[in-house]
């Protein structure tokens, strides 16, 4: 409840959480609220420019831009969401491992991410796509195998820090069983940090996303998807720019959303980010996040 009283207060997390909310319900209802078949080829309407049967007008095989836009969001918004979920459960499962046993346990499971984060991520999922071929499926495995290693990293440094305090001691000493410690104890107070980490992987999944299937190595045609939309407009840029348009914008609108959120989302649960907010707000140049650096450094 005090997150959301937390968030209510902010406007730019509340439009942001509309514009997410929106496009999800869009996404997975794609059949009710896109008006025409997105894969439809229509070649007299060829370019056709916005009217008011087609709000957003034609590409260059008569299909009706906005309907691609709705259910494009399925493979550029709604994956990624499943393939975080899954990401995110591995490193925190790993993670919690990791941070509360330590020794050889931790080692071996931070030796593996070591090995994982010592590839740059585009080049690993290169790498996948060339074993697996291209694909929408086979990105989306190749992030699945890269994610987990990063979200495990940061929740095992989240867990030691909180697997440190007394109470968490006291609940050993008294027989309490590990599992049920961590269930109790160290799982309700890692959650905003887990939270936090994910809602601000989205936007960069997202972009990346887009990005290969700009360069043709994700969804395949006829079906619909952002970055690919970009790329079969690009021939015609500066003739029809309003092609490359509608596309763009929904990347822009989508990820600054999400990374509006993931920062409102940070403040909200940090008390004293929103002190640190307020005051930044009245007399401080820098963002929230400098005063929180300011605080952690002194």
């Known amino acids: 409840m005090r997150i959301l009283r937390n968030?209510?207060?902010?406007?730019?997390?509340?439009?942001?959480?509309?514009?997410?909310?929106?496009?999800i319900i869009a996404g997975i209802f794609a059949p009710l609220f896109a008006p025409f078949d997105p894969n439809e080829i229509n070649m007299s309407l060829r370019y056709a420019s916005p009217s008011w049967g087609h709000l957003l007008g034609n590409d260059h095989l008569g299909r009706c831009i906005l309907s691609r836009i709705i259910y494009g969001i399925r493979p550029s918004v709604l994956w990624v969401l499943v393939v975080l979920f899954i990401s995110v459960l591995v490193g925190a499962i790993l993670g919690f491992l990791?941070?509360?046993?330590?020794?050889?346990?931790?080692?071996?499971?931070?030796?593996?991410?070591?090995t994982m984060l010592s590839f740059p991520g585009y080049?690993?999922?290169?790498?996948?796509?060339?074993?697996?071929?291209?694909?929408?499926?086979?990105?989306l495995i190749a992030f699945a195998l890269i994610k987990w290693a990063w979200f495990a990293r940061v929740i095992r440094t989240s867990v030691m820090q909180y697997a440190e305090l007394d109470y968490v001691k006291f609940s050993k000493a008294t027989g309490i069983s590990d599992f049920k410690i961590i269930f109790k104890h160290?799982?309700?107070v890692t959650f905003s940090d887990i939270a936090v980490i994910s809602s601000g992987s989205i936007g960069s999944m997202i972009l990346q996303i887009s990005g290969f299937s700009f360069l043709g190595l994700g969804i395949q045609a006829p079906n619909p998807e952002w970055g690919m939309m970009l790329n079969e407009a690009r021939e015609v840029m500066f003739t029809r720019p309003e092609l490359m348009l509608a596309p763009g914008l929904a990347?822009?609108?989508?990820?600054?959303?999400?990374?509006?959120?993931?920062?409102?989302?940070?403040?909200?649960?940090?008390?004293?980010?929103?002190?640190?907010?307020?005051?930044?707000?009245?007399?401080?140049?820098?963002?929230?996040?400098?005063?929180?650096?300011?605080?952690?450094?002194?």
Not at 98 to 114: L, Q, S, V
Not at 272 to 283: A, P, R, T
């Open 7 to 23: 968030l209510s207060r902010d406007r730019l997390a509340t439009i942001s959480l509309l514009i997410i909310a929106v496009t």
């Open 123 to 139: 080049v690993m999922a290169l790498a996948v796509i060339g074993i697996l071929g291209v694909g929408l499926e086979n990105i």
């Open 251 to 298: 990347i822009v609108i989508v990820v600054s959303a999400f990374n509006f959120l993931s920062d409102s989302l940070q403040v909200a649960l940090d008390p004293k980010l929103v002190i640190s907010k307020n005051k930044y707000k009245e007399n401080s140049p820098y963002s929230a996040v400098k005063v929180r650096e300011k605080e952690v450094a002194n």
């Open 186 to 188: 160290i799982v309700p």
């Open 98 to 114: 990791a941070g509360y046993f330590r020794g050889k346990i931790d080692a071996i499971i931070m030796r593996t991410c070591d």
